[in-house]
């Protein structure tokens, strides 16, 4: 299956940095980091395939197909060397990418996703996999809201929840189950320790599908890290914590500039 030319933006100036978003959204659910990033990286994100305004293609496409759609990105985009950051299933995205075309990354962050997987937590991602296959995926939208959204956010924001969700039904019901098992079935522990790229691991304390106990393994397994855990939220930290995330990918990118030692770090709880 050949890549395909994604739709992406261009916004900022500075080191190129490429996001890579998750399952059923697009290049907006990055809206709440643009205003920091802008300022420090030329910023570009994209729609992965069968998202947003990105062309179709077959289902049953897998995580290669995702990781040479996004050196596409990159080569059109017209840039060498990025730092590149993805949130969930595009957490497992950027490290297969950085595992491919290491040459072509400064640093990486994974953000809310998922490695070493218990039995356990295998089976109960699997579980929300087969409720949507056997109900549908719009039958399935509170258990997302609930797994991705705090309490409080929901009562607070829900016109940004809203939005989400409505994201979610508009993306093609085949696509968001090809990506959802990607995400379910992709297992990075065997290989993360082969990442040579500098990496910021970076999850809520209350993310029931990528919790602080398996980013913790992440980040070991990782030869140059840092862990982050960020208090209380849940999966949408882009959403409900994007201007603090976003602060934790430029100090972390000016961190592992040449001009600073590269060192391992200790969970951090801003």
């Known amino acids: ?102 040459d072509f990354v400064k640093s990486l962050g994974l953000l809310s996703t998922a490695a070493g997987r218990t039995v356990d937590d295998s089976i109960k991602v699997w579980k929300v996999v087969r409720a949507m296959e056997r109900e549908g995926v719009v039958n399935v939208l509170k258990t997302l809201t609930n797994r991705w959204f705090t309490d409080e956010f929901i009562k607070q924001h829900p016109e940004i929840v809203d939005v989400r969700l409505k994201q979610v039904v508009e993306t093609d019901a085949e696509s968001f189950l090809n990506v959802f098992r990607i995400y379910a079935g992709t297992e990075m522990m ?39 855990i960020l208090p209380r939220l849940k999966h949408s930290i882009l959403l409900e914590a994007g201007p603090t995330v976003a602060e934790h990918i430029v100090d972390f990118a000016a961190s592992r500039k040449p001009d600073h030692p590269a060192q391992s770090s200790h969970p951090e709880l801003p």
């Open 190 to 228: 065997p290989w993360l320790h082969e990442i040579t790229a500098p990496a910021l691991v970076l999850t809520g304390e209350n993310d029931g599908g990528c919790n602080p106990r398996l980013n913790r393994m992440i980040s070991d397994q990782l030869p140059d890290s840092k862990l982050v």
């Open 1 to 102: 299956m050949t890549a395909i030319e994604c739709e992406f933006s261009i916004e900022g100036q500075g080191e190129p940095l490429i996001l890579i978003h998750g399952i059923g959204a697009d290049r907006s659910i990055w809206r709440f980091m643009m205003p920091t990033l802008r300022e420090h990286f030329k910023v570009i994100s994209y729609d992965l395939r069968n998202h947003g305004q990105s062309p179709m293609s077959a289902v049953n496409f897998g995580l290669d197909e995702l990781v040479d759609d996004l050196e596409l990105v990159r080569q059109r985009s017209g840039v060498d060397k990025a730092h590149f950051a993805g949130h969930s299933l595009g957490g497992m995205i950027g490290p297969a990418y950085a595992r491919k075309y290491p």
